[in-house]
């Protein structure tokens, strides 16, 4: 199946999604860093998190790219974070940042999905490509919160959701773990990302584009896809669920050939 978001935020949002969990549990006050990025986010901007260990060579040059790229941004803020500082191990800890190449941004987008990530060294282009749409990072939190997502492009604001996906939405078996995300076809800041899962933008009917944990693309389809052929799609992804009896799952493995 084709994936389609950056793998290295993938795999650490997946590995950090269970520390945010734990880390919750335990009430800390908000260290500078934590505080500028709480910020950000009521600001609707996006924060650099850029996480470094000494003032050496690669980390002046990261940092001098990232002053320079943000310097006329209102949408960014750079947020450094020395990773030997005792204030802010809650947030090293929760990114996982003592694992990451030094020095390494996280993007991070105002709903707190992580966008991508940087080990090393970074340009100015990557940095901009790294701001994504409204729609990307809505997808981008419920993917990295472990959700199926059903993004519908929608050809006007009124569009209703197609049939199909509202009754996956509420089926019993996906209603806890979906969510269903809408944009308009013809929004020029989703432009890009529509073309780049496969939705030509400006479509004049709702078009459907299935993705699953960690960022798999399921399928895209029209809006009359029904409720069966979604689950059926899901399952043959190997995404539906760990239920045998489930009659989903039943067919999908019905359809694999045999390996004997």
């Known amino acids: 199946m084709k994936r389609i978001f950056n793998q290295t935020a993938i795999r650490l949002t997946m590995t950090l999604v269970t520390a ?12 500078p860093a934590e505080q500028a990025i709480q910020a950000a986010s009521a600001n ?13 060579a690669a980390t002046q040059t990261m940092h001098g790219t990232l002053q320079s790229s943000l310097a006329n941004r209102q949408d960014a803020i750079l947020v450094p974070v020395q990773i030997g500082n005792a204030a802010e191990q ?4 929760q990114y996982d940042a003592t694992r990451m ?11 707190g999905a992580v966008c991508s990530v940087f080990p090393r060294r970074v340009t100015a282009q990557q940095l901009a490509a790294a701001i994504v749409s409204p729609g990307q990072t809505q997808i981008l939190k419920a993917l990295q919160d472990r959700k199926l997502v059903l993004l519908c492009a929608q050809p006007t604001a009124t569009s209703p ?13 996906y209603s806890n773990r979906t969510e269903v995300v809408s944009v308009l076809a013809s929004d020029p800041a989703e432009a890009e990302f529509l073309t780049k899962i496969g939705v030509k933008p400006g479509q004049p009917t709702p078009v459907v584009a299935f993705m699953a944990p960690p960022g798999v693309m399921v399928g895209t389809f029209n809006a009359n896809v029904s409720f069966d052929v979604l ?3 899901l399952a043959a992804a190997g995404k539906c669920c760990d ?9 999908a493995t019905a359809k694999q050939p045999s390996r004997r």
């Open 90 to 93: 809650a947030l090293v800890k």
């Open 20 to 31: 945010c969990f734990a880390m919750a549990q335990t009430a800390h006050a908000a260290s």
């Open 161 to 173: 959701i197609p049939f199909g996906v509202q009754q996956f939405q509420a089926d019993k078996l």
């Open 243 to 251: 239920d045998e009896s489930c009659k989903h799952h039943q067919a």
């Open 231 to 233: 689950a059926q799609k």
């Open 44 to 56: 609707n901007q996006f924060a650099f998190v850029m996480f470094y260990r000494g003032n050496d």
């Open 101 to 111: 190449p030094m020095p390494a941004i996280a993007t991070l987008a105002p709903n």
